[in-house]
Each structure stands twice: as structure tokens, then as C-alpha cells.
């Protein structure tokens, strides 16, 4: 299972603001700092999901060249292209946010239109086409053209 922090940002920043020691702030937090790849998380989110890397590509709609790069850590990608991934994976929206962090891409967020509806679809587990159709349907550009 992907281990998620037991701390949120805000508390380690809290912590991290009124540390006197940047070095005792990382021994006492060692275990909530974030330290793997793109390729690494992917991973363990095809093995905690149980899906084969082929499935994911299929449902994506991505090339599989293209999918096989990202999976590999060999190209990097869109932020677009990253989430048609997490669709396809059935991925929650934390689990979203993680992936978009490692890819170094943007985070989802909810004060914008197009990211709100992404979101949604995440959160009720649409897949791509029907992620688009619901882009469409509120006038927003498409996931993937």
C-alpha cells in the first residue's frame, strides 16, 4: 500500500517554523519526508491497484510508446497526459496530488474551473472519455485532444 504522511504539510511547516534545528526538524520527521520517483510511485500504485501497466495505457487513451516513457522515467509529460493516468488508475484525488507532485507538475486546484471538474471526475471515478464529455459540457478545454 502507497503510505501516505501521517503529518500534513501545514503541521511539518508549523514544526518547521519554530524548530531551532533544521537538522533535529529532519531526524524527527524523517519518516514523512517524501524521497521516491515518478517510476518508483507508479509502481506501487499499479501494485496496490492490482492493474497491469498495459491496462492503465489502454483506458488512458495515451499512446503506448508515449505511456511506456512516462512509466519508465525516460520522458517527462503534461499535466494532462498525467492525469488521463490517474483516471485510467482510479486514483483518489490525494493519490492524484502525490502523482502530480513526483511528475513535477502543478497541483490540482479547486478554485479553478477546469481543475474543479478534473476533481470531480476523479472523485467518482469517470474515465477519460467521460472526463472529456464533462470538460465539454461546462465549455472547458478537453484532458486530451
Known amino acids: 500500500m502507497v503510505r501516505m504522511p501521517a503529518k500534513d504539510t501545514d503541521e511539518l511547516v ?3 517554523k519554530s524548530s531551532r534545528s ?13 524521497s521516491r520517483s515518478l517510476p518508483e510511485y507508479l509502481a ?12 492503465v495505457i489502454k483506458a488512458s487513451g495515451l499512446s503506448a510508446s508515449y ?12 499535466r494532462p497526459k498525467m492525469l488521463a493516468i490517474a483516471l485510467a488508475m ?3 484525488v490525494e493519490e492524484t496530488q502525490y502523482l502530480l507532485h513526483y511528475a513535477g507538475l502543478p497541483q490540482l486546484y479547486a478554485r479553478v474551473p477546469w481543475d474543479s ?8 471515478q469517470k474515465s477519460v472519455i467521460d472526463t472529456n464529455l464533462l470538460l465539454d459540457d461546462f465549455g472547458e478545454r ?4
Do not use: W, Y
Open 14 to 16: 508549523h514544526e518547521l
Open 90 to 92: 482510479k486514483l483518489t
Open 44 to 55: 506501487q500504485l499499479l501494485a496496490e491497484k492490482g492493474m497491469s501497466q498495459k491496462e
Open 142 to 145: 478537453p484532458l486530451l485532444a
Open 22 to 34: 533544521m537538522a533535529a526538524f529532519l531526524q524527527e520527521n524523517r519518516d514523512e519526508m517524501v
Open 67 to 78: 505511456a511506456c516513457h512516462i512509466f519508465s522515467g525516460e520522458r517527462s509529460t503534461t
Open 117 to 124: 471538474i478534473i476533481i470531480h471526475a476523479i472523485s467518482h
